[in-house]
C-alpha cells in the first residue's frame, strides 16, 4: 500500500461495493423470478409478433400489470406517492418512450405545456434517476441486470433468434411469509433459540 499510486483502500472499497450491489440485484432477481412457481399468474408473457420482429413493451401493458397487483391486494411500495417501484432494462424504457401510438407517453404529454417540458425528463442515461411514467402508476430504474430469455417462448412455441428482456414492477406484501407457532413449540427465532412452556 505505501509503494501503490493509487489509493488502494478506496478503490477496493468501490469494487467491493459494486459487487455487494450485484449480489443484492440477484438475489431480488430471483425471488421475483421464482414468484411465479407460487402463483404462475405473476409472470406476464407478450405475444410474439412474428418469429423476426420484437413485441415492444407498452405503456398500456404496464398500467395492465399495475391493475394486476391491485387486484391482488399488492399495495404500493412508496405509500407516500402511492406508485409501485420498478426495474426496467434501459432498452424496454426505450420502447416505451418511442411509442407514438394513441395513449402513449408522448401522446399524453404532448397536448399541455407543462407535459412538453416533462418529455425531456423522460430520457435519461442516468442508472440512478427515478423514470415517472405519465399515467403508469410506477416509478423506475433503469438497470443491464434484469433476466434475459433466450429464444423467448410467449407460449406458443419457442421463437428462435428473439431475445426477451423482463421488466419488474414491486409493491408491499406482494411476497410475505408467516410463521405459525403453537403454544409449547421449540423454534430457532432471529439468532436464538426459544421455547415456551405450557
Given at each position: 500500500?505505501?509503494?501503490?499510486?493509487?489509493?488502494?483502500?478506496?478503490?477496493?472499497?468501490?469494487?467491493?461495493?459494486?459487487?455487494?450491489?450485484?449480489?443484492?440485484?440477484?438475489?431480488?432477481?430471483?425471488?421475483?423470478?421464482?414468484?411465479n412457481s407460487v402463483d404462475s399468474s405473476v409472470l406476464t408473457k407478450?405475444?410474439?409478433?412474428?418469429?423476426?420482429?420484437?413485441?415492444?413493451?407498452?405503456?398500456?401493458?404496464?398500467?395492465?400489470?399495475?391493475?394486476?397487483?391491485?387486484?391482488?391486494?399488492?399495495?404500493?411500495?412508496?405509500?407516500?406517492?402511492?406508485?409501485?417501484?420498478?426495474?426496467?432494462?434501459?432498452?424496454?424504457?426505450?420502447?416505451?418512450?418511442?411509442?407514438?401510438?394513441?395513449?402513449?407517453?408522448?401522446?399524453?404529454?404532448?397536448?399541455?405545456?407543462?407535459?412538453?417540458?416533462?418529455?425531456?425528463?423522460?430520457?435519461?442515461?442516468?442508472?440512478?434517476?427515478?423514470?415517472?411514467?405519465?399515467?403508469?402508476?410506477?416509478?423506475?430504474?433503469?438497470?443491464?441486470?434484469?433476466?434475459?430469455?433466450?429464444?423467448?417462448?410467449?407460449?406458443?412455441?419457442?421463437?428462435?433468434?428473439?431475445?426477451?428482456?423482463?421488466?419488474?414492477?414491486?409493491?408491499?406484501?406482494?411476497?410475505?411469509?408467516?410463521?405459525?407457532?403453537?403454544?409449547?413449540?421449540?423454534?430457532?427465532?432471529?439468532?436464538?433459540?426459544?421455547?415456551?412452556?405450557?
Open positions: 500500500m505505501a509503494t501503490a499510486i493509487d489509493n488502494t483502500v478506496e478503490n477496493v472499497a468501490r469494487e467491493m461495493s459494486y459487487r455487494l450491489g450485484e449480489s443484492l440485484s440477484a438475489l431480488v432477481r430471483a425471488t421475483a423470478d421464482g414468484a407478450l405475444a410474439a409478433t412474428s418469429t423476426t420482429a420484437f413485441t415492444t413493451l407498452s405503456l398500456s401493458q404496464i398500467r395492465n400489470s399495475v391493475q394486476s397487483l391491485a387486484g391482488r391486494s399488492v399495495r404500493p411500495f412508496d405509500e407516500a406517492s402511492k406508485a409501485f417501484v420498478g426495474v426496467i432494462h434501459p432498452f424496454a424504457l426505450g420502447d416505451v418512450l418511442a411509442d407514438n401510438s394513441n395513449d402513449s407517453p408522448i401522446d399524453i404529454l404532448k397536448h399541455t405545456p407543462v407535459g412538453q417540458a416533462r418529455m425531456d425528463e423522460l430520457v435519461s442515461v442516468d442508472l440512478t434517476e427515478v423514470i415517472e411514467l405519465p399515467s403508469s402508476g410506477v416509478h423506475f430504474f433503469q438497470s443491464n441486470q434484469v433476466t434475459t430469455s433466450s429464444n423467448y417462448n410467449p407460449g406458443t412455441g419457442a421463437v428462435s433468434g428473439l431475445t426477451a428482456l423482463r421488466t419488474y414492477i414491486f409493491g408491499r406484501d406482494g411476497i410475505f411469509a408467516i410463521n405459525l407457532g403453537a403454544q409449547g413449540d421449540t423454534q430457532y427465532g432471529d439468532g436464538e433459540l426459544t421455547a415456551s412452556s405450557p
